[in-house]
T-cell receptor, first 111, second 115 residues
Framework: AQKVTQAQTEISVVEKEDVTLDCVYE???????LFWYKQPPSGELVFLIR??????QNEISGRYSWNFQKSTSSFNFTITASQVVDSAVYFC????????FGPGTRLSVLP | ETGVTQTPRHLVMGMTNKKSLKCEQH?????MYWYKQSAKKPLELMFV???????ENNSVPSRFSPECPNSSHLFLHLHTLQPEDSALYLC??????????????FGSGTRLTVV
């Protein structure tokens, strides 16, 4: 069985603050992919990053960074110097055969 | 056009109506999906088509009927829906069997309201 936990239901920060979104993925699989998607108010799901279970290197892309630790099954996402346009629901999603989406974290960045 | 296009963006229908949602992908992918997103609930996988064959049907009520005439088009036919079926319906496509470099590509969704 697979389980995705995004413990933070809603987060509010003030613009320019850093914010970290937590994701814990429980699985017995040894090989899997993990994704982060962003869902702005417009509705579509926007791909942010893919990480496979063998690659524990952290990754930085502009203001976004990801920290994957297989030992703790955590795949956390940090936004540095947040902006109002970052306001969205963020989903951590493991890929086995089909995506299993967690409940998501609603991030509100206030001006 | 590029990506995944869903029409209509918004739909209001009565419980006795019949309507269809349309999804079209221009990415050359060979798998397509319908997801349902209700308020305050996780995204739910409804149907999966791979190489135009339905490979998964997650106990979806028969009032939802999918159709995949070719690898680029996916429909969701709706009839005698209930108010609790009001939700955002998202279509996605992916390339199955290869390296899913970017995971799924999602459409913008159809916001369905059943009155």
């Amino acid at each position: 069985a697979q389980k995705v936990t995004q413990a933070q239901t809603e987060i509010s920060v003030v613009e320019k603050e850093d914010v970290t979104l937590d994701c814990v993925y429980e699985t017995r699989d040894t090989t899997y992919y993990l994704f982060w998607y962003k869902q702005p108010p417009s509705g579509e799901l926007v791909f942010l990053i893919r990480r496979n279970s063998f690659d524990e290197q952290n990754e930085i892309s502009g203001r976004y960074s990801w920290n994957f630790q297989k030992s703790t099954s955590s795949f956390n996402f940090t936004i540095t110097a947040s902006q109002v346009v970052d306001s969205a629901v963020y989903f951590c999603a493991p890929l086995r055969q089909n995506f299993v989406f967690g409940p998501g974290t609603r991030l509100s960045v206030l001006p | 056009e590029t990506g995944v296009t869903q029409t209509p963006r918004h739909l209001v229908m009565g419980m006795t109506n019949k309507k269809s949602l349309k999804c079209e992908q221009h990415l050359g992918h060979n798998a397509m999906y319908w997801y349902k997103q209700s308020a305050k609930k996780p995204l739910e996988l409804m149907f999966v088509y791979s190489l135009e064959e339905r490979v998964e049907n997650n106990s979806v009520p028969s009032r939802f009927s999918p159709e995949c005439p070719n690898s680029s088009h996916l429909f969701l036919h709706l009839h005698t829906l209930q108010p609790e079926d009001s939700a955002l319906y998202l279509c996605a496509s992916s390339q199955v069997g290869g390296d899913l470099n970017y995971g799924y590509t999602f459409g913008s969704g159809t916001r369905l309201t059943v009155v």
